[in-house]
């Protein structure tokens, strides 16, 4: 039996949508980003190089905190916690697990995924391929729950880069130092930081989940906070995976020796 | 200035129907539904069409345009291009009754199953009293006109007939986020919304936000603020401790 739009009772028009606009270009667009993000992130986290340059103390986001002894000597400022992790286990793992987790179960990227990768749907009245559907309920889909705890660890690494932007001041000759990559590391923190805060999972543990504002004032100023940056959160969302990636491309390409970071001082 | 309109409308009723060809004239500053009205007094009297305020308030001139679910009252000639074929069909979520004029009774059941209003047991009416800080949040959603577009728009019942019995729909779990952020309400919303009205259907792609005419923020403000509350209360074992020991309430 026809299902749908050609369900039984509903006007029977033979066209699955009458859309006349370019309601695919924006699903491509984003699926084409996704997937060079998946992409470049994975081939980079199985490189297990060229993510700390010495000079300059600049460590690349995506192998923040560098903690095994595998890891390449002082790109481990924060300690040595793992022994030598073996040579196809990246040294990120940790790191790309929360953070990966996070954009993943990210209800942006969702809406993105679901989309674009998933076509369900793919735009708004455009029928999706799918013969059923069951929705955020069963596993593994059930799993994308789990958000804020994503968002907690989250919280830490954006702290841990934080630090490593710190450490980023550093001069050739050992003392206080900014260069190009000292700005990009802290661009991308900034964006970084726009994305994590403007979270609906952070939204709602500040103060959304509270049903009188006015008995909780201190957590109402948090909850209109991050209640001003949610409707920007997807733009957030894009932006500072396209820092990232920025910034682990440059400085992957300073710690291959491509090419030599600008100095402004030391 | 006025100039011959291209409009492709379907007539017909639940045993079938087409898309009809017409040429109407259409004037300047007109909307969708003047055309509408235009072709039912000069060329189609018998078409069903149904409308009441023509000002975007009533909802009751829902319909789908080009292929997107809009208020045809809301939709401005003046974003076609002269030679434009404009596409006008009924609602596709919801059956149909006669050309632009579907059964929308599926809202209303949805609607009856939802319980009103329950203040605490000790407060008595006449004593509510609460700060207007506590409900501003959820006035946003009191903006809603029941047009039932965000309603037609969502794959989870436009693609899936089978699933109407099990999910209301976002208008309605929006109604239900309204309740649960009441500071007086004291039913079990989140529950209910779980496993009676189907929230974990909802894989929130914003179809429902990017149609609705009084642009309420359904999915932002109402369905994830929703389905956060429930992950407290289903899904984070930390919530549910935190609650056990709370001496504040919420």
Redesign the interface.
């Known amino acids: 039996m026809a299902t749908g739009v050609s369900a039984p009772g509903r006007a029977q028009i033979g066209q699955k949508t009458l859309r006349t606009d370019r309601w695919w270009l924006a699903p491509l667009r984003i699926g084409v980003i996704l997937a060079f993000f998946v992409i470049y992130a994975t081939v980079r986290i199985f490189m297990n190089k060229w993510y700390w340059v010495d000079a300059y103390h600049y460590l690349t986001p995506l192998y923040s905190p560098c903690v095994t002894s595998s890891c390449v000597e002082g790109s481990s400022h924060l300690g040595t916690w793992f022994g030598n992790f073996p040579r196809f286990v990246p040294f990120s793992l940790i790191t790309f697990v929360i953070l990966a987790g996070f954009r993943g179960t990210c209800y942006y990227y969702r809406k993105a995924g679901y989309r674009s990768l998933f076509f369900a749907p793919a735009a708004c009245a455009v029928p999706e391929p799918h013969k059923s559907y069951s929705g955020e309920r069963k596993f593994p889909l059930v799993a994308l729950n789990l958000h804020r705890y994503f968002f907690y660890g989250a919280l830490v690494f954006g702290l841990l880069n934080v630090y490593d932007g710190i450490q980023a001041f550093h001069g050739k000759d050992g003392g206080f130092g900014i260069g190009l990559g000292t700005l990009i590391i802290w661009i991308n923190l900034v964006a970084l930081w726009l994305y994590t805060l403007s979270c609906h999972a952070c939204r709602h543990i500040v103060g959304g989940r509270l049903k009188n504002f006015s008995k909780h004032p201190l957590r109402y100023r948090y909850w209109t906070f991050v209640s001003k940056l949610n409707p920007k959160h997807g733009t957030f969302a894009m932006t500072s995976l396209f820092t990232v990636i920025f910034t682990d491309a440059y400085i992957m390409a300073l710690s291959a020796g491509w090419f030599s970071d600008l100095r402004f001082i030391n | 200035m006025s100039y011959k309109g291209k409009f492709r409308v ?1 007539r ?1 009723d ?1 045993d ?2 087409e ?1 009809k060809d017409y040429e109407v004239e259409v004037n300047e500053g007109e909307v969708v539904l003047d055309v509408i009205h235009r072709l039912q007094a000069t060329q189609t009297p018998d078409m069903a069409v149904r409308w009441n305020c023509k000002a975007g308030k009533c909802g009751s001139c829902s319909a ?1 345009i ?4 809009k208020l045809m009252c809301m939709c401005r000639m003046n974003t076609f291009a002269e030679d ?1 074929v404009v ?1 006008v ?2 609602m ?5 009754i006669r050309d632009l004029v ?1 059964d929308v009774s599926f809202n209303y059941q949805k609607a009856r199953e939802i319980p009103a209003f329950k203040p605490p047991a000790d407060v008595k009416p006449g004593d509510y009293r609460m ?1 207007q ?2 409900v501003e ?1 959820s006035q946003e959603f009191r903006k809603c006109i029941e047009c039932f577009l965000c309603q ?2 969502c ?2 019942i ?6 109407k019995e099990s999910f209301s729909g976002p208008r309605f779990l929006m109604r239900i986020a309204e309740l ?4 007086l309400d004291a039913a079990d919303r989140q529950h209910a919304a779980q496993e009676q009205h ?1 929230l ?8 429902c936000t ?2 609705c005419p009084e642009h309420i ?1 359904i999915t ?1 403000n109402a369905l ?2 929703m ?6 209360r ?3 074992p930390i ?1 549910w401790l935190g609650n056990k020991i709370r001496r ?3």
């Open positions: 379907w017909g639940s079938g129907g898309l789908e080009n292929g997107m679910p434009e596409t069909t009924p596709r979520t919801f059956p149909v579907t700060q800080v506590d949040r037609d728009t794959h989870v436009r693609d899936h007939e089978e699933n649960d952020m009441h500071p189907g974990g259907f909802c894989n929130i792609t914003k179809c990017e149609v923020k932002d994830i603020p389905k956060e509350r429930v992950a407290d289903k899904y984070d919530v504040r309430p919420a």
